[in-house]
């Protein structure tokens, strides 16, 4: 009789194993998403924006956490980056990027 793998225990420790690992990935996603909702929410924003500035600011934290790995900055930091562009928004973030690109291109 074959055994099926989602009764090994080997399956679930190593999937234990690998949720620790993102932990930090996911509470950042998904404090983003939620400040950013209700920050749409709070500004009498639609349905679709709330939806769309969520999804924006979670995977805009998602695409920062790699960054902070690479500054030598702790996992941890990852929530306060998450909560940071909930916070911020789409608008303010992309502003501050062509800030910054518009910086790094003029050798400043």
Same mark, same amino acid.
């Given at each position: 009789? !074959?055994?099926?793998?989602?009764?090994?225990?080997?399956?679930?420790?190593?999937?234990?194993?690998?949720?620790?690992?993102?932990? @930090?990935?996911?509470?950042?996603?998904?404090?983003?998403?939620?400040? $950013?909702?209700?920050?749409?929410?709070?500004?009498? %924003?639609?349905? !679709?924006?709330?939806?769309?500035?969520?999804?924006?600011? +979670? /995977?805009?934290?998602?695409?920062?956490? @790699?960054?902070?790995?690479? /500054? +030598?900055? @702790?996992?941890?930091?990852?929530?306060?980056?998450? %909560? $940071?562009? +909930?916070?911020?928004?789409?608008?303010?973030? !992309?502003?501050?990027?062509?800030?910054? +690109?518009? !910086?790094?291109?003029?050798?400043?």
């Amino acid at each position: 009789m !074959r055994k099926m793998p989602e009764k090994s225990p080997d399956v679930w420790a190593a999937a234990l194993a690998w949720l620790s690992v993102i932990a @930090p990935h996911l509470y950042a996603f998904a404090l983003s998403v939620t400040i $950013a909702v209700l920050r749409v929410i709070y500004g009498g %924003g639609t349905k !679709r924006q709330m939806v769309l500035e969520g999804a924006l600011c +979670g /995977l805009a934290t998602l695409t920062l956490v @790699p960054l902070l790995e690479w /500054l +030598g900055l @702790p996992q941890n930091m990852a929530t306060f980056a998450g %909560g $940071a562009v +909930g916070f911020l928004g789409t608008e303010k973030l !992309r502003d501050l990027a062509v800030k910054f +690109g518009e !910086r790094k291109a003029a050798g400043q």
